[in-house]
């Protein structure tokens, strides 16, 4: 069974600065997809980025980056320019290319405050 | 385009009380999901459904949950009866493939708080 593993429960960051959140993974499939998800207090769940596991060029979108290392089963999220608006919950999850199910299999979450 | 609507936002019951709520996915996606998500913890799937079928409902708790989309489009989640344990977010997502992917959107989710 494919597991996620978040270490950091919550983090800080200065306005502008740069931060990184840690993921890690667990399966014994080839093909697969992983996500990062933003949920800001009391609001929904919002998609940040996402990686296919068979692509080595590691996806960017605009401040959002991740370093994806297959071998390790290693995906974080950076964030440049860290805005207020960025404070929120984030989710690191995987999805199973080609299965029965689509389903997301979460971590339990990274707490992110920027700080002004 | 409209985004996946849930309601209602907030309920509370009193255990072994029932419960449902309603979720209307974006127009045109086919699947939809609903999560539980217990405070402190990623959401976890409960049942998945690919237009009206079921494509997979093993960690739902058949003896209390049910749930259902007629006509392939809303759908509502049951509780009957809630326990103590129940007390969580219920996430709507839907998706679509994007660029390949299929990637889920999702519902501003419904607080249960069961007392």
């Known amino acids: 069974a494919q597991t996620v593993t978040q270490s950091q429960p919550e983090m800080s960051v200065q306005e502008a600065e740069t931060v990184t959140l840690s993921c890690t993974y667990d399966t014994s499939e080839n093909n697969y997809y992983l996500f990062w998800y933003k949920q800001p207090p009391s609001r929904q769940m919002i998609l940040v980025i996402r990686?296919?596991?068979?692509?080595?060029q590691n996806a960017t979108e605009n401040r959002f980056s991740v370093n994806f290392q297959k071998a390790a089963k290693s995906f974080s999220l950076k964030i440049s320019d860290s805005q207020l608006g960025d404070t929120a919950m984030y989710f690191c999850?995987?999805?199973?290319?080609?299965?029965?199910?689509?389903?997301?299999?979460f971590g339990t979450g990274t707490l992110l405050a920027v700080q002004p | 385009e409209a985004g996946v609507a849930q309601s209602p936002r907030y309920k509370i019951i009193e255990k072994r009380q029932s419960v449902a709520f309603w979720c209307n996915p974006i127009?045109?996606?086919?699947?939809l999901y609903w999560y539980q998500q217990i405070l402190g913890q990623g959401p976890k799937l409960l049942i998945q459904?690919?237009?009206?079928?079921?494509?997979?409902d093993s960690q739902l708790p058949k003896d209390r949950f049910s749930a259902e989309r007629l006509k392939g489009v809303d759908s509502t989640l049951k509780i009957q009866p809630a326990k103590l344990e129940d007390s969580a977010v219920y996430l709507c997502?839907?998706?679509?493939?994007?660029?390949?992917?299929?990637?889920?959107?999702f519902g501003p989710g419904t607080r249960l708080l069961v007392l």
């Open positions: 459904f690919q237009n009206n079928g079921v494509v997979d």
């Open positions: 997502a839907s998706s679509s493939r994007l660029a390949g992917v299929e990637t889920q959107y």
């Open positions: 990686q296919e596991a068979y692509k080595q």
């Open positions: 999850a995987f999805m199973n290319y080609g299965g029965a199910t689509n389903k997301l299999i």
């Open positions: 127009s045109g996606h086919a699947t």
